[in-house]
């Protein structure tokens, strides 16, 4: 499987290895960056196009809070545009509730209703976390090393799940 992501997903690589072999999973590539926007997540995607397995796991968003709908489908449409028919995971959103934060609920919404669109599979990280109890840092959206291991072994379930 192949997995792009944004700083939470950088901060689960040293537990990922472990996670996905726990199911029989295994990533060919994890590249992921602090910071990175969903643009140049994409972007990833798209220098890899050629190179694809089977599965994708998308985890981006966070550095995208001023997102709207509309942005947010067509977010959706790339990806499964640069997929094609390969298995496609999105991951969404969970952060502090604060109002600086408060937008990613909207990109929830509109990444469940793109997800269905365009047949992607929604990772729901929000209601998992919440019911993990994951804790945030100081600044509401990033984890203490155990909330960054439960993401890495989050990753691993939805792997597992119709596989």
Do not use: C
Request: glycine fraction near 8%; avoid cysteine.
């Amino acid at each position: 499987m192949f997995i792009v992501g944004d700083s939470l997903t950088a901060n689960s690589v040293p537990w990922l290895p472990a996670e996905l072999g726990g199911v029989h999973w295994a990533a060919t590539a994890i590249d992921a960056g602090h910071g990175r926007n969903t643009a140049q997540g994409l972007a990833v995607l798209a220098a890899h196009r050629s190179d694809l397995p089977p599965t994708v796991l998308i985890a981006l968003g966070t550095n995208d809070l001023e997102a709207t709908p509309a942005a947010v489908t067509g977010w959706v449409q790339q990806a499964r545009s640069l997929v094609g028919n390969r298995r496609l995971i999105w991951v969404n959103l969970h952060m502090a509730e604060r109002p600086a934060l408060a937008n990613y609920h909207t990109i929830n919404g509109a990444l469940a209703a793109a997800a269905a669109q365009y047949h992607v599979e929604l990772a729901d990280w929000a209601a998992s976390s919440t019911a993990m109890g994951v804790k945030h840092l100081g600044d509401g959206i990033h984890y203490p090393a155990p909330g960054d291991q439960q993401r890495a072994h989050f990753y691993a379930e939805v792997l597992a799940r119709n596989s």
